[in-house]
């Protein structure tokens, strides 16, 4: 007989497996439908500006609606969000195929369907995640978190490596690849109304909170992972959309090895979340989330200096290590620490710190435009290591403040 341990108990649990495979194909089919628009972006353009606009539009609408679709979500039911985000997924593909098949694709198509399959992710981010955190154990939660974040990593690995061999190969039939495996998140979302509606009814905790976010910004940890996410998504995050640049135009890579490079990270990620995904010590996660987000951005600012291919991969792998501790960390500290009748309002304040990437796009793509490509990555990491510094600081003072 198999032993009960937290991993078995934690697959075994109603509903976890087929919210986990949607979790690891929309993190798969995100990286490498970025890096099919990026690449077909630039070649229609050659605008890195309109690269990382691009980017910047897939978590938009993060922005525009994650603190209500999450604040919706604990009123409602989970499931029907999910399985929702999947068809908006599918869809988006679908359009994509047929531009490009047809040879009818322009920039502007590409963008606008950005950010259409990024309002599929603010439906999918806050309701998926909440809805693990409903159906687990406590015990369980940290574990599951961390497990669906290392499905997401491998998926964030494997989908830019995929992305470099069909553009080189069979660009024009990108999407349909990627709308395929969509198709299999849609079949799993419907299995989640068939399996979990009895655990989702004894899980939630019912009372009603009248004001969610000033509940939640008392608690220092939530306030810490709000602010590093900011940080993150407006001057680390958004300079990996000049990855695909800065191999065109410095590294001078076949579309392949483009691929392998974007992976890097990725494979960081994978490797990182494999091995931190079960800590339950609430120091450590802490320490591993603030920690991670200083590794990701030390290792683009030196990835800017690089002109050697193999040193580039290195780096951003190395960077991806930090990921992993950040994107690991961010969603255990939310939802493990976050009453049950909180988690999706919780994970749609978080969805909308996310959102704030655009800016960032904004940020670095104009700031390339200007100068270089590497210019504008070594600039915006140095504003986000000096930024982080200043607003852990200022978290920390209020901390202390309200506890005297």
């Known amino acids: 007989m198999i032993k009960n341990t937290r991993f078995t108990e934690t697959l075994n649990t109603y509903g976890f497996v087929p919210a986990w495979i949607i979790g690891g194909i929309s993190s798969f089919c995100r990286f490498f439908e970025v890096l099919v628009s990026a690449y077909v972006i630039f070649n ?47 869809t988006s593909s679908l359009i994509a195929f047929i531009l490009m ?13 950005s950010f259409f399959s990024g309002l599929g992710w603010a439906f999918e981010f806050p309701s998926r995640r909440s809805f ?14 961390g497990m669906d974040l290392t499905i997401s990593n491998f ?58 976010f000033k509940s939640l910004i008392k608690n220092h940890m939530f306030r810490t992972v709000l602010l590093v996410t900011i940080v993150c998504n407006i001057w680390a995050f958004p300079t990996t959309s000049m990855v695909p640049v800065i191999a065109e135009t410095i590294l001078k890579v076949n579309p392949t090895l483009l691929g392998i490079l974007v992976g890097a990270e990725g494979a960081g990620c994978l490797i990182g979340s ?26 683009i600012f030196i990835f800017s200096l690089s002109d050697i291919y193999i040193l580039s991969v290195i780096l951003l792998f190395f960077g991806g290590l930090g990921v992993a501790g950040f994107s690991t960390m961010q969603s255990v500290i939310i939802v493990d620490r976050t009453a049950s009748n909180l988690r999706g309002s919780a994970m749609g304040y ?55």
């Open 274 to 299: 494999l091995f931190i995904a079960g800590v339950k010590n609430r120091k450590i996660q802490s320490l591993l989330f603030v920690s991670g987000s200083f590794i990701f951005l030390i290792s």
């Open 101 to 113: 098949i047809t040879n009818l694709i322009e920039v502007w198509h590409l963008l606008s369907l």
């Open 44 to 90: 229609l353009s050659e605008s890195a500006l309109l690269v990382a606009l691009n980017s910047g539009l897939r978590v938009a609408p993060l922005l525009a609606v994650g603190s209500i679709i999450g604040k919706y979500s604990d009123k409602f039911d989970k499931r029907f969000f999910i399985n929702f985000s999947t068809l908006i997924f599918i």
């Open 132 to 145: 693990m955190g409903d159906i687990l154990k406590s015990s369980n939660v940290s574990l599951g978190i």
């Open 155 to 212: 998926g964030r690995f494997v989908g830019p490596v995929a992305a470099g061999i069909l553009i080189d190969y069979f660009i024009d039939y990108s999407f349909v690849f990627s709308s395929s495996f969509y198709l299999v998140s849609f079949i799993m979302s419907l299995l989640i109304f068939k399996t979990t509606k009895k655990n989702i009814t004894n899980s939630v905790e019912k009372y009603i909170v009248s004001s969610p």
């Open 350 to 404: 978080l969805s909308t710190t996310i959102g704030m990437q655009p800016f960032g796009a904004l940020n670095v793509g104009i700031i390339c435009s200007i100068f270089m490509p590497a210019s504008g990555i070594r600039l915006s990491s140095l504003q986000g290591l000096v930024l982080m510094v200043v607003l852990l600081a200022m978290s920390e003072l209020w901390q202390r403040k309200q506890t005297n």
